[in-house]
């Protein structure tokens, strides 16, 4: 009778180990988002304050640090308390929430580097056209609809997976709300969950991925045609940092849900999962800062000021 009471909060086990390990994780979590957020902070508001960064790819490098606040922020403060207490209690309209902005985020950056690939595609593929094609209000539309986007796939499943029946245990080996620990935890059927990450995400990752991936084969066999090394090198360098991001993004990315799981332990899922919000966010504005010379300028300028 008790496994049939409807479930209305959730534990969130986390890390299940010493206080010392804990307080040391504590540490180092809670380092690393006050970097993540410093650093993001800083690129939008050099892209913002500085007129040599207001062009359409450091608009969408500013789009990128916005969601790089947001992923962190949906996940750390939760895991922190967590740590302190050695597990914590989330409610069910909380769990459904977290999970809602942790999706929101990850498809829009996803979009979002479509997006971006597609920006230096028309940069160094067609120059000539390139203030024409990526005007500031199409550069807006464009973050508009990653945003839109992302936000009906999340909304949608986050719907359908809140009207799932659970029923016991509501223990969750995770420290936050992710979309497998909760389908595995469903008492009732999850074909409809199922379906739509079926019909809604993989097509719209394929999309992503191929937009990705077809204008990158188009800008190296345009690089390529350039005939001198200093020319090649100076076409590339623009798209270095933008490949950096990409790879680690979805590689991390396939590491939480796309390698198979079995031998795999809930630490290393944990860990995986990680890497992904918590480290992540912190490398993007570490890899555009430190391999862009417009960005170190902009912040030798502010530096410079202050002094």
Request: hydrophobic share 45%; proline share 3%; aromatic share 14%.
């Amino acid at each position: 009778q008790t496994n049939l009471t409807a479930v209305t909060e959730f534990y969130l086990l986390g890390f299940q180990g010493s206080q010392l390990l804990r307080n040391v994780l504590f540490l180092l979590f809670l380092a690393v988002y006050g970097a993540t957020i410093c650093g993001n902070f800083l690129i939008i508001t050099l892209v913002s304050s500085n007129k040599t960064l207001r062009t359409p790819m450091y608009f969408f490098i500013s789009q990128l640090s916005i969601t790089d606040i947001l992923l962190p922020t949906v996940i750390v403060p939760n895991l922190l308390h967590i740590l302190l207490n050695n597990g914590e209690t989330i409610t069910f309209i909380g769990c459904i929430t977290q999970f809602y902005f942790f999706d929101v985020s990850g498809g829009f950056e996803g979009f979002l580097f479509s997006v971006m690939s597609y920006d230096r595609y028309v940069a160094i593929c067609n120059p000539l056209r390139y203030t024409s094609i990526m005007t500031n209000g199409y550069c807006v539309k464009l973050a508009a609809m990653c945003w839109l986007l992302g936000n009906f796939v999340s909304l949608t499943v986050s719907i359908t997976l809140s009207k799932l029946h659970f029923c016991g245990p509501s223990i969750i080996d995770h420290v936050f709300c992710d979309l497998v620990p909760l389908l595995e935890l469903a008492c009732s059927s999850t074909f409809i969950v199922h379906l739509e990450i079926y019909f809604m995400g993989a097509p719209t990752i394929m999309i992503a991925t191929t937009i990705i991936i077809v204008s990158y084969t188009y800008i190296v066999l345009a690089v390529l045609r350039i005939s001198t090394s200093t020319g090649r090198h100076k076409a590339f360098s623009t798209c270095s940092s933008h490949l950096t991001v990409i790879s680690i993004f979805y590689g991390t990315m396939f590491g939480v849900y796309v390698l198979p799981k079995s031998g795999q332990t809930g630490v290393v899922n944990t860990f995986l999962s990680l890497l992904y919000i918590v480290f992540t966010p912190l490398f993007n504005p570490v890899i555009y800062s430190l391999r862009n010379n417009d960005i170190k300028k902009a912040i030798q300028e502010i530096f410079h000021k202050n002094i």
